[in-house]
T-cell receptor, first 112, second 113 residues
Framework: GESVGLHLPTLSVQEGDNSIINCAYSNSASDYFIWYKQESGKGPQFIIDIRSNMDKRQGQRVTVLLNKTVKHLSLQIAATQPGDSAVYFCAELMRSQGNLIFGKGTKLSVKP | GAVVSQHPSWVICKSGTSVKIECRSLDFQATTMFWYRQFPKQSLMLMATSNEGSKATYEQGVEKDKFLINHASLTLSTLTVTSAHPEDSSFYIC?????????FGQGTRLTVV
């Protein structure tokens, strides 16, 4: 079936380095993508989103890249900080359906 | 941004009892809310879509008689886990959408003993 998956289950980076978290999706009909951050015991927190008519979107210290040709999504975090340590999920949405489909998640650990 | 409040944040119950979880949209009206379940170290899996004033739509494999969903108003959806068993222990999260963006509740940690 169609699903959203991640290449890397865990990622360990040094404080101050840049982090890149990847995600592959298989549903070509998805038109909206979101990255979420989830800290232990809490619900997902919105980080950044991107629509399918864009290939890049920047936020504060974060950038999302969308490559529709290979159905790939990535989240770049600049100058990673200890507070960025969490599990990151990508999610896809078909606006006609309404519900989000989540990827498996990547645990980001930031070493001081 | 919009806020979704979920209550309780954690609950411990005995096997065979029922537990109700509330999900409220605090500053917007949500005609549709979503209920997810998340087991340890796993992703969020959609359980059901809750529609205000109508029956919920359940995902394949989710028992509608065990997970009762009521969406009686535009700001409140409830999930009742009936006759809970230890295998129902999980993190339950609700979500509501406001103009395209999805907002999540804090989650409810259910432990059935």
């Amino acid at each position: 079936g169609e699903s959203v998956g991640l290449h890397l289950p865990t990622l360990s980076v040094q404080e101050g380095d840049n982090s890149i978290i990847n995600c592959a999706y298989s549903n070509s009909a998805s038109d909206y993508f979101i990255w979420y951050k989830q800290e232990s015991g809490k619900g997902p927190q919105f980080i950044i989103d991107i629509r399918s008519n864009m290939d890049k979107r920047q936020g504060q210290r974060v950038t999302v890249l969308l490559n529709k040709t290979v159905k790939h999504l990535s989240l770049q975090i600049a100058a990673t900080q200890p507070g960025d340590s969490a599990v990151y999920f990508c999610a896809e949405l078909m606006r006609s359906q309404g519900n989000l489909i989540f990827g498996k998640g990547t645990k980001l650990s930031v070493k001081p | 941004g919009a806020v979704v409040s979920q209550h309780p944040s954690w609950v411990i119950c005995k096997s065979g009892t029922s537990v109700k979880i509330e999900c409220r949209s605090l500053d917007f009206q949500a005609t549709t809310m979503f209920w997810y379940r998340q087991f340890p170290k796993q992703s969020l899996m959609l359980m059901a879509t809750s529609n205000e004033g109508s029956k919920a739509t359940y995902e394949q494999g989710v028992e509608k008689d065990k997970f009762l969903i009521n969406h009686a108003s535009l700001t409140l959806s409830t999930l009742t886990v009936t006759s809970a068993h230890p295998e129902d222990s999980s993190f339950y999260i609700c979500s509501a959408r406001d103009w395209g963006e999805a907002f999540f509740g804090q989650g409810t940690r259910l432990t059935v003993v």
